[in-house]
Structures are given as C-alpha cells and as structure tokens.
C-alpha cells in the first residue's frame, strides 16, 4: 500500500516537473539592430528564446497593475512577428506573445502615440520557433486585416 502511494507520488511529481519545464521557443530579435530579423528572415540559433524566463516589459501596464504591485508571472502562450513601417523600409520584431491567442488585440497592441512607424501587422503563432519569415505568411494576412480594422475604428474613436 504504501509503496504504490510513493510511486503515485512520485509520477505526480514527474508530471508536473514535465508539464511546466516546457516553454515555446521564439526568435527574438528586432530588425532595427539585427539585419538578420529583417524581411529577408535568416534563421540564426542565437535569436532563438526559451520564453520561459521572459517577463514582458508590458506586462503590467497591459493587465493594469499598479506599478506597486509585483509583476504576475505569465507564461509565454506563443510566438509574435510585429510588421511596422518607417520610412523607407519595414521594421520587423520577432518575440515572444504572452497574451490570449484567440484575442490579440490587447497583446498585439501597438503604441497610437508613435509617430514615427506606422502598424502593419501582427501575427502569432503556437508552435516553436513559428516567427521566422515564412510560417507566418497564412497567419499573417487574416491577423493583419483585423488588427488594421481595429486600429481604424480605434483612430476615429478618438477623434
């Protein structure tokens, strides 16, 4: 009796071990620094991320804590290429998403305030390394309708 308890235990345990190590791996990288990350994606192991350990910088603005709280710890959920344009040529951030993938309005937010790029498009996906230049191409047109629809209705809104 005893020993088939210690050995329910111990498979709980190894589960849950198994269960939570995993995390998506993203590239990470920004074109602006990283000729690589640009449109012509060059896939390069040092750009890749175990989004594990990441906390997203936004995070707490996004869920609306205040700064006094400590930040929540939120699991990657997916992998994000952010398309902007600035003038001249596109600018391309690859990282990891830690937002709900079945409403990426809020986690492909892009700051209105920034003059100086203009949104694209945002596309996440599920699997790892996802992000890179072609995988995302399906995703992308439908995700970047609907963030484009939204940001229209968001810009008269405001007006």
Do not use: W
């Amino acid at each position: 009796m005893v020993s088939s308890v210690k050995m329910i235990l111990a498979l709980t345990v190894l589960a849950t071990a198994a269960c939570t190590g995993y995390a998506i791996r993203c590239y990470e990288c920004d074109s602006v620094i990283d000729s690589k990350c640009g449109k012509d994606f060059k896939p390069d192991s040092v750009l890749i991320s175990d989004c594990s350990p990441i906390q997203p910088s936004t995070t707490s603005s996004i869920l609306k804590f205040k700064r006094s709280d400590p930040k929540p710890v939120i699991h990657a959920t997916g992998c994000m290429k952010r398309t902007l344009e600035k003038p001249g040529n596109p600018h391309i951030v690859r990282s990891c998403y830690f937002g709900n993938i079945s409403n990426t309005k809020v986690g492909c937010q892009y700051n209105p305030n920034n003059k100086l790029s203009k949104f694209m498009n945002c596309a996440i996906c599920t699997e790892d390394k996802c992000n890179g230049s072609s995988s995302l191409a399906p995703i992308a047109e439908s995700s970047s309708s609907c963030c484009r629809l939204l940001l229209t209705r968001a810009s008269f809104s405001t007006a």
